[in-house]
């Protein structure tokens, strides 16, 4: 029987174990999230994944007080772009935002440069775990589902962005492979909120098929 639940959450009320649940914070970086980056060369405005910022931050507040373990996830490429596959970089040459390509904030989504690191509201904390990954979701090509078996985790809590993108394949992997998922409405968000609502519809249509959602108060009023 989890100890917690989330009542507010859709499709029906979350049930967890804080010590099996870790809180995944998705590519909050500056190439998505500051001005220069990846997504806003890509043609998007940023001011729907900044908004977030603070509540991210909340949740963070709450999870580490509870004791759960937070993992961040940055999506990018190694310099020599071994990783990356030339479809991709295609496309974003296309789009004026070319990976690897010089930009303001370094080389666009590549690792070590300043657009590659998370922003600084959201620094993590020694310890937690970084994953880096080359693909849109966490689970391909990374060490993510080895931190979550090494830490015993069952349910997964997403937060970041964009939640049609980044989220929702991560969401999509964990779900195949029996994480139970909580995405926080209010705690992630795409470029176009079109997007973002027709990804929140569909994690919990069918009975939740991809899993759960909810409002970030309704947890952090569950963890206190
Ligand atoms: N992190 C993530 O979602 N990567 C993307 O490329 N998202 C877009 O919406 N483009």
């Not at 373990?69 to 030339?86: N, V, Y």
């Not at 020694?126 to 080359?134: A, F, S």
């Amino acid at each position: 029987v989890p100890s917690m639940q989330v009542e507010n959450a859709l499709p029906y009320p979350f049930g967890f174990d804080p010590a099996s649940t870790a809180v995944v914070v998705i590519d909050m970086q500056n190439d998505f999230c500051a001005p220069g980056g990846f997504g806003q060369r890509l043609g998007n405005d940023i001011a729907a994944v900044r908004a977030i910022i603070p509540t991210i931050s909340r949740v963070l507040d709450a999870a580490r007080s509870a004791g759960l373990l937070i993992i961040h996830t940055r999506e990018g490429h190694l310099p020599d772009l071994s990783d990356c596959p030339p479809s991709k970089q295609e496309r974003s040459r296309r789009q004026g935002a070319g990976i690897g390509d010089a930009g303001p904030m370094g080389r666009i989504l590549i690792r070590g440069e300043p657009g590659h690191e998370i922003i600084p509201e959201l620094t993590p904390i020694p310890g937690e775990p970084v994953v880096d990954k080359p693909g849109k979701g966490a689970f391909y090509q990374t060490n993510f589902h080895d931190i979550l078996i090494e830490y015993g985790i069952e349910s997964l809590i997403l937060c970041g962005v964009t939640t049609h993108v980044c989220v929702h394949t991560t969401l999509r992997e964990a779900n195949d492979r029996g994480y139970r998922c909580l995405v926080l409405e209010d705690a992630t968000a795409a470029f176009d909120p079109d997007d973002h609502a027709a990804a929140i519809h569909m994690v919990r249509q069918q009975g939740g098929i991809f899993g759960w959602t909810s409002a970030s108060i309704s947890l952090i009023h569950t963890l206190r």
